[in-house]
């Protein structure tokens, strides 16, 4: 594990871990709770479903899990971020003008800009079966929260079908990128008079 990673993970440990101390302290009965869950007759149930969750939770502990939301969310982002470049930029990079490499449009060079390296698309068959997995996923989990919708319930499905097809759509984007599009860097000079 790279040591940037363990300083990040031990700074958000430093944040939550008081926070959720906190929460347990001063939680009890004394706060006001959430109800996720409005009325036990009702349509609308996010709670109800496959997953068994509580159906109130108090300020502290939704707060504590919302951050615990936002970094896994960074962490993704990250991960992500590490994927593209890892996979899209693998190999020796090529070097030469907009006229010489494939696919780079001339508005790229100009005086003060120039190509320092290019990478070409992968377009290998990994790249065809994960962009195919991912658009067939975002098609499914599309569809089933639309025939979810025509209901009158409002389950745990719906947010379950809304989180998959965004992720699905999310990484088909991703891979897309990653295999089927060039990457290039390219040097700028500034002007700091």
Known sequence: MRRETVVI?????????PMWALTIETGHNSFEEI????????????????????TEVSVYVSGVLSWLGVFAIFG???FQVRFVDRI?????????????????????????????????ARADLAGVALVGLFAFLTVLFATLFAVETLGAARL????????????SLAELVVCYTTYFLP???VAEQRDHS
């Open 9 to 17: 993970a031990l700074l958000i440990g430093a944040v939550l871990l």
């Open 35 to 54: 109800a996720v869950q409005p009325a036990e007759n009702s349509s609308l149930a996010p709670t109800a479903g496959f997953l068994p969750t509580p």
């Open 76 to 78: 993704f982002l990250a």
């Open 88 to 120: 899209g930029r693998a190999g020796e990079p090529q070097h030469g003008s907009a006229d010489d490499l494939p696919g780079v449009p001339s508005f790229v060079e100009s005086e003060f800009r120039e190509i320092v390296a290019y990478w070409p």
């Open 156 to 167: 745990q499905f719906l947010g379950l079908y809304a989180a998959l097809g965004s992720f």
């Open 183 to 185: 990457s290039i860097t």
